[in-house]
C-alpha cells in the first residue's frame, strides 16, 4: 500500500509499439526517492538509458510530480522532465510550475514514462479513464501557444497541455515543453523539448479530475494558514517586479551576466530592463502557478515589434540577463518581443541567450562572418539581429543550424580561440548567475549534476542575505571566502533535491516553508 499523497501509479507509454501500459509504484520506491528529479532519477535508471542516443528510441522521456502536487500546499503544483540530455549528453532534469502537474497527477498517476518513437506525429490525451495515442499531424509546425489552443479546443477547455514548438520538432538542442499555452510555464532546460520532438510527440494533454488524497488535511490547511500573509509580505518585491525586481542590485554585484560574460558594468542598462521598470512601462497583471500566491509570472502589453499591442508574457529574471544584458540589448521591449519569441518557438530563453551572447563575441572576433550569420550584422545590441537569430535557431536555417546545438557545440565548431569565451558548464548555458560574484554559485554550478544550474544548489540567494542555522551554518556566508562554501552548497544541494522531489517552488522559501 503506498503512502497518502501518492497516486500509487506510473503511466508507461511505448510509441513504437503503440502501447500503452499502468504499473505500481513501489512504497519502498516512494520513501526512498521521493517523487519529482528523485524518483524520475530511479525511472532514468531503470530504464538503462545511459549509453543509448538522446534522440533516439531508446531514451525516456519521463515526467514525475511528486507528492505535495495537488494537495493544495502552497506552491506545489509542479513537475520534473527527466531523460539523457541531447544538449549534454548526461542527466537531464526540468522543472515547471503552472497547471499541468495537478491536471495530470489527478488522472491517477505520479509518473508518465514514455520510450519508443511514433513514426508520425501524435499526442497523449490523459484523462481520468483513458490514455490515447492520438494523431498529431494538424498540430505539428505550429507554434506552442497555437497548438496548445487548438488541443484544449479537441479535448476540451479544462485540459491542460504540454506541447513542444517549432524548435523541439526541429530537434534543436536547446528546446524545451511549454505547459498552459500563452501564460504558461516552460521546461526549458536540457533540451527536452527535443527529446520529445524525436519521438514526434507533440503534446501531453491532462484532464484529470480525481482527488488526491492525504494523511493529514488539517497540517496542510494549517500550514497553508499561517503562511498565508507572511508569504504575501515576504515576497511582495516579486509580486511587484517579478523575478526581474532585483535585476539592478544583481548588475550591482557583478551577478548579471554583460556582453557574454565579459564582467563590464552596466548600469544604465539594467535600470531600463529591469523589472521594476517592466512594472511601470508594460505590466497589465500578474499570474500564478497552480496554488501559489506569490504571482511573480508577467503579463505585459507589447508596445513594439510584431507583437504590438498584444498582451503576451513578461520576461523573467534570467531571460531578462541572458537575452538583455548579455547582448548589450537595453530595449526592454526588444527584450519582451525576444522572450516571446522563444515560447512562441519553445526554446530555453537562458540557452537561447548564452549562444546568441556567444555568436555575438565570435563576430566582434571576426571568427564569424556575415558570410556565416546570412548578412546579418551581429552586433552587441542588435535586438533585430536577434529576433531573426531566435527564428533561425528554431527552425534551423542558416547559422542557427550551429548555434542551435548549444555554445559547447558551437565553440568546437569554430576551433579554440572560441573555447575561450564559450560559457557552459558540461554543455550547459549558464543562467544569470555568475559564480565571480557569489563563490557558492561558482562551486553550486560546478557541482550540480545537469551542468550549469543555480536551482541544484539554490545558495547564492542566501550568500550575504541571511543565516540558515537550520542548515549548520550559523554565520552569515560571505560572497568572496572559500570558508565553507563546499559544506553550504552541499547541504543546500541536499535540501533541493529534497524539494525537487517533493515537488515545491523555491521561492516559496524566501516565503517562509
Ligand atoms: S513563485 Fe512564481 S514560479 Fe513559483 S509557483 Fe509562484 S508563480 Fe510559479
Request: proline content about 4%.
Amino acid at each position: 500500500m503506498i503512502a497518502k499523497g501518492y497516486m500509487g501509479r506510473i503511466l508507461m507509454v511505448d510509441l513504437t509499439e503503440r502501447k500503452i501500459t499502468v504499473r505500481d509504484m513501489e512504497d519502498g520506491d516512494a520513501r526512498q526517492f521521493i517523487g519529482g528529479s528523485g524518483y524520475g532519477a530511479k525511472l532514468l535508471f531503470d530504464a538503462k538509458a545511459v549509453d543509448c542516443d538522446p534522440l533516439g528510441p531508446d531514451n525516456v522521456l519521463i515526467f514525475a510530480v511528486g507528492p505535495l502536487t495537488a494537495t493544495s500546499l502552497f506552491n506545489s503544483d509542479r513537475f520534473d522532465v527527466i531523460t539523457k540530455s541531447p544538449l549534454t549528453g548526461i542527466f537531464a532534469e526540468s522543472s515547471s510550475g503552472g497547471f499541468w502537474a495537478g491536471k495530470f497527477k489527478k488522472c491517477g498517476y505520479d509518473a508518465l514514462v514514455i520510450k519508443g518513437r511514433s513514426s508520425s506525429p501524435v499526442y497523449l490525451s490523459i484523462t481520468d479513464e483513458k490514455t490515447e495515442i492520438k494523431d498529431a499531424k494538424a498540430y505539428w509546425g505550429m507554434d506552442t501557444f497555437a497548438a496548445t489552443e487548438a488541443l484544449q479546443k479537441a479535448e476540451g477547455a479544462g485540459v491542460k497541455a504540454a506541447v513542444i514548438g517549432p524548435a523541439g520538432e526541429n530537434l534543436v538542442k536547446i528546446a524545451g515543453i511549454v505547459s498552459d499555452g500563452k501564460h504558461g510555464r516552460l521546461a526549458g532546460r536540457c533540451g527536452v523539448g527535443a527529446v520529445m520532438g524525436s519521438k514526434m510527440l507533440k503534446a501531453i494533454t491532462a484532464g484529470g479530475t480525481r482527488k488526491v488524497e492525504v494523511a493529514d488535511r488539517e497540517s496542510i490547511t494549517a500550514i497553508n494558514k499561517s503562511l498565508s500573509e507572511p508569504m504575501k509580505v515576504n515576497t511582495q518585491g516579486m509580486a511587484d517586479g517579478g523575478t526581474g525586481g532585483g535585476l539592478e542590485a544583481s548588475e550591482e554585484l557583478g551577478n548579471l551576466p554583460v556582453k557574454n560574460w565579459s564582467g563590464v558594468p552596466w548600469h544604465d542598462g539594467a535600470k531600463k530592463i529591469t523589472g521594476l521598470t517592466m512594472a511601470k512601462t508594460h505590466l497589465v497583471k500578474t499570474y500564478n502557478c497552480g496554488s501559489c500566491v506569490i504571482k511573480c509570472g508577467r503579463v505585459v502589453k507589447s508596445q513594439t515589434g510584431p507583437y504590438a499591442g498584444e498582451e503576451i508574457g513578461g520576461p523573467e529574471y534570467e531571460t531578462l540577463g541572458l537575452l538583455g544584458s548579455n547582448l548589450l540589448i537595453d530595449d526592454l521591449g526588444a527584450v519582451i518581443t525576444s522572450n516571446e519569441l522563444c515560447n512562441r518557438y519553445g526554446l530555453d530563453t537562458i540557452s537561447t541567450g548564452g549562444v546568441i551572447g556567444f555568436a555575438m563575441e565570435a563576430f566582434e572576433k571576426g571568427l564569424l562572418t556575415v558570410k556565416d550569420t546570412g548578412g546579418l550584422e551581429l552586433s552587441w545590441g542588435n535586438a533585430e539581429a536577434v529576433h531573426r537569430l531566435i527564428e533561425d535557431i528554431a527552425l534551423q536555417r542558416g547559422l542557427g543550424k550551429l548555434l542551435g546545438g548549444g555554445v559547447r557545440a558551437a565553440a568546437e565548431e569554430l576551433g579554440p580561440p572560441a573555447e575561450e569565451f564559450a560559457a557552459h558548464i558540461k554543455g550547459l548555458e549558464p543562467p544569470a548567475h555568475d559564480g565571480r560574484a557569489k563563490f557558492t554559485a561558482a562551486v553550486g554550478m560546478a557541482t550540480s549534476n545537469r551542468g550549469a544550474c543555480h536551482l541544484s544548489g539554490f545558495s547564492h540567494d542566501f550568500e550575504e542575505g541571511a543565516v540558515l542555522e537550520d542548515l549548520g551554518s550559523p554565520a552569515l556566508p560571505r560572497r568572496f571566502t572559500p570558508e565553507g562554501k563546499p559544506e553550504n552548497v552541499f547541504r543546500m544541494q541536499n535540501l533541493m533535491g529534497m524539494m525537487d522531489s517533493a515537488i515545491v517552488c523555491k521561492f516559496a522559501l524566501f516565503g517562509g516553508l
